[in-house]
């Protein structure tokens, strides 16, 4: 069941790929919130750092869980 939602085709790409890339993003813009801070680049501000570090957290434990499930085969 999991190995088929994985690797169910989007546009010629596997879910689980754009599960990685919307990970990818996510960790990318809260590092880039951080780094702006502390550069007195105040664009975004720091409590939105916290809430993208959870959402971050959120896709990243269901990209690596439906991965993992895919591989056993679940």
Do not use: E
């Not at 689980?16 to 550069?39: D, E, P, Q």
């Not at 896709?59 to 869980?65: A, C, E, I, N």
């Amino acid at each position: 069941m999991f190995s088929d939602i994985a690797s169910y085709m989007i546009f010629g790409m596997p879910v689980i790929g754009y599960g990685g890339i919307a990970t990818l993003l996510c960790l990318l813009v809260t590092a880039s919130i951080s780094t702006m801070n502390k550069r007195k680049i105040r664009l975004v501000q720091m409590k939105w750092h916290h809430r993208m570090a959870y959402v971050t957290i959120a896709f990243g434990l269901v990209h690596g869980s439906l991965g993992f499930l895919a591989l056993m085969g679940l």
